[in-house]
Nanobody
Framework: QVQLVESGGGLVQPGGSLRLSCVAS????????MNWYRQAPGKERELVAG????????NYADSVKGRFTISRDNAKKTTYLQMNRLLPDDTAVYYC?????????WGQGTQVTVSS
């Protein structure tokens, strides 16, 4: 059974930091690209950051470049999103995604709220 379980969301003040984690099970984790998406109220889901399988290349949305870092630990079957210098516009539900087409798996999401 495939599972992606996110954690680490919460309420943080502008300028603060959070680290999201996504623990995977039920598939060959190291071979999959791992991505973080987010969806704010009234907006479409957007790709925030991605990392290719086997710890390959990364890519980021322009809005988070220099502030967010994606990483993965294949031994722990876990991917992370380190978020620094958070802004109110970063408020959203953040989703972990594992993709190796045609397979495409999603977590349940974790809420991140940036507010003073």
């Amino acid at each position: 059974q495939v599972q992606l379980v996110e954690s680490g969301g919460g309420l943080v003040q502008p300028g603060g930091s959070l680290r999201l984690s996504c623990v995977a099970s039920g598939f060959a984790f190291s071979t999959y690209a791992m991505n973080w998406y987010r969806q704010a109220p009234g907006k479409e889901r957007e790709l925030v950051a991605g990392m290719r399988g086997f710890g390959g290349s990364t890519n980021y949305a322009d809005s988070v470049k220099g502030r967010f870092t994606i990483s993965r630990d294949n031994a722990k079957k876990t991917t992370y999103l380190q978020m620094n210098r958070l802004l109110p516009d970063d408020t959203a539900v953040y989703y972990c995604n594992a993709r190796l087409l045609p397979f495409d798996y999603w977590g349940q999401g974790t809420q991140v709220t940036v507010s003073s």
